[in-house]
DNA sequence: AATTTACTTTATAATTAGTCTAAAGTAGAA
DNA sequence: TTCTACTTTAGACTAATTATAAAGTAAATT
């Protein structure tokens, strides 16, 4: 992909293609494998590899914004940070609650075997199964 | 359970009982029903019902001593502050999204198909599996 | 093209959950 | 009763996130 079809994607959804918002599409999406990363992850990145400094202000903003439009998924964990996801499609993840880090799970390869129904009145939105794991300890 | 109970109860695990454990005790497991809550939610309990200022730092202390002996579970989601459970059997949760709410789901009601493989050296301490709901916009 | 408008970025302040500290208090041992 | 180690506490501190309001910029209007 390039500059020009992320200045498309944005206008088309209705988000002006502003310097800040391009470069971030550009760290997000222009990428062989999707990743995860915190808030201060992508503005640290977009310092040193993209020498582009832009505040954290905007970083939360245009990570909100990309997530109302579906572009990127956030994660909550126990971890007092939320991670963002490239990865947009339905799967669960890995955690390793020592090193904090996420691994995704292939869709295939974890399913409820039996949904339960949800209290009276209300309806699921969606599931989130989270594997705990930490290293062999040798 | 009363006091005496509590009371070997925390010098059995090698916790003193001081007056403020105690009383926490008797919030957490005197109830006929498990319950979630938060810190706040607990501090400001012990101030109403049991008429005993706690200081924010002592429930904090206290839910974590608790936590390593077992007996509440901590529960965390995408909401910026963790929930504690009085529910320590292996279980999982429907969480209202919009209210905050949190449900127990019956551990028979919801089962994994199949356990994905750990990465290579890292082994699975527990799975968290939260189903998200919402009310029925009418 | 110049002007206007609405949206966006930014620095900075505010908020909030949680941790840390060090002094004062207390349970249990001696 | 005295001593010691553990505990409580107020208040300072940290860190993630949100709010504010002024300055900047993209797009629409003239
Ligand atoms: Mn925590
Ligand atoms: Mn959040
Ligand atoms: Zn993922
Ligand atoms: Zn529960």
Redesign the pocket.
């Not at 400094?53 to 245009?62: D, E, G, P, R």
């Given at each position: 992909m390039k500059n020009q079809d992320f200045?498309n994607k944005l206008?088309n959804s209705?988000?002006?293609?502003?310097?800040?918002?391009i470069k971030i599409c550009e760290a997000l999406f222009n990428t062989e494998k999707t990743f995860h990363f915190?808030?201060?992850d992508l503005a640290k990145m977009m310092q040193k590899n993209f020498n582009e400094?832009?505040?954290?202000?905007?970083?939360?903003?245009?990570l909100?914004?990309f997530k109302k439009k579906g572009y990127v998924k956030e994660i909550s964990l126990g971890n007092?940070?939320?991670y963002f996801d490239t990865n947009i499609s339905s799967h669960h993840h890995f955690f390793d609650t020592k090193t904090n880090e996420l691994i995704d799970i292939d869709s295939s390869k974890v399913e409820l075997k039996n949904i339960p129904n949800p209290p009276k009145g209300k309806s699921i939105k969606d599931i989130d199964i989270v594997i705990n794991v930490e290293n062999d300890s040798q």
């Open positions: 200045i206008r209705g988000l002006r293609p502003t310097k800040q918002r915190t808030v201060n400094k832009i505040s954290l202000a905007t970083v939360y903003n245009t909100h914004a007092d940070k939320s």
